[in-house]
């Protein structure tokens, strides 16, 4: 109790003030809007099964939308039944971000108490793993926080090995699944992992080979089916949009410069960030987490040294892989494997690097209490350890934003009008906003926002570019648009007067009213059929 107490303060300080504004505020940017649409949108679909669920409202008419980004199917189905039942969106999504966090340190926790046998060495591990930088540096991506499954598939891994138990080589398989199911890159890269610590306890520990062997076996058919089911929509889509561009997956790789890169949030390392750009390239991981994993790697002695070189390998295996194409094995498996080919962001592969330190810095921790004479002095060497990683990974406030508490006029108007695809000026910004507000009405839009966006929609928005001229107008009908919104306080002044009178002095539109919609006042045009 006192530890998930600890994970839960630690949580709130590197993320102050978010806790202090569940049910109204989230991190100024578009992808928490992505993430309310996306939960809102599974619990819309769940009652009729999860048949339909790829064909989002979104880039209409293009089909399987939903798939054009994570899914984040789990998050969606715990999320649902508190939606159903009327509580806050934003307040769900606050919580299952925070919460996440918390439970990656508690299952790191656990994975780090069965390999110590400490538990002060565990709750140090489980706070690194907790408020790493990397948490931070993505604290805008709810599925990339949930993390909880990758210490637990290690450590059930472990466990398969030490007792040769099938039920620990179906639980890996449910972890692996439940990882896929939260974040499809994580699920990818955790396989990896999997595999790798599966070959290097193999090589470590041959008298258990053969009693691992059918429960590992076994418990890989879980994921595989999982992986084959859930991974469907994904490859029915690379038909249309291909794989990613090389040259975009090299700029998402990171660089061996980017470990000691720190976000830009943070307090004591911050002014490193200017080396890099954009938020996958700051993967620093703290002197102190660092010095103890060194610590853990030199002074181990057996059997828990051959368990502190496992956890270096995944180390540097990690660190590798998220090197994507600027580096040597990534580039390699990115040929071998197609699924490889459909991630844009191999530098990812750095909170697996962060979960590996946290175990070395575990042994090491645990070295450090063994020479500490005394159970005072033991606790005084906790307390200093941990205050200095929270020190470390201390955090500037993120900037928040204001999500109304309920849906502005707008949006109720629009569910009460009859059923039609809509498209939203300006198209482009801020079309996630109008994505999270469509879950009032659920009607098809022409705008998106996501990881890909249809080959199609450069064409969309350079024939919009001069709405509502002709060309524009005959895009609609081809469309079948039914309603076209304009937002006032996303245009520049001139434009927004511009299009409101050749709207209104139009044949093709007639003019439904005027509304606020959560930013200023919108007016709502229907397009004559």
Known sequence: MSGTLLLTVLTILITWPQAAHLSTMVVAHDDPYLSLWRLSWIAHRLPWGLGNLTDANIFHPSPGTFAYTDMTLLQGVVAAPLLW????????????????MVASGLAMFVLVRYLTRSDHAALVSAAIFTIAPYRVEHLVHLELQWTMWMPLAFWAVHRVFDTGSMRYGWLTGVLLSLQLLSCVYYGAFLGIMVALLTVLLALAQRDRI??????????VALPAVTAWL?????????????????????SFSARPLSYVTAPELNLLWGWTSERYDGNELHLFMGLVATLLAAIGLLTSRAPSRRLAWIYLVLLVAAVELSLGLNGTVYRWLHGLLFALQGFRAPARFAILAVAALSVLAGFGFRYLEARASGRRLGRALLSVTLIAIGFENGTAPPRLEAVPTSPPDLYRYLKKLEPGPILEIPVKEPAPVYMYWSKEHWYPLVNGYSGHAPPTFGSTLERLERFPDATSVALLRELNVRYVVVHQAYYPESRYTKTLLALMQSPDFSALGRYRDGAGIAEVFTLHR
């Open 85 to 100: 039942a009327g509580v806050n969106p934003v307040l769900v999504y606050n919580v299952m971000l925070l919460a996440s």
């Open 210 to 219: 053969v009693r691992a062997l059918a429960p590992l076996a076994a418990g």
């Open 230 to 250: 859930y991974a469907r929509p994904y490859v029915n889509n690379t038909t249309i949009l291909g794989t990613r561009d090389p040259g975009e997956v090299a």
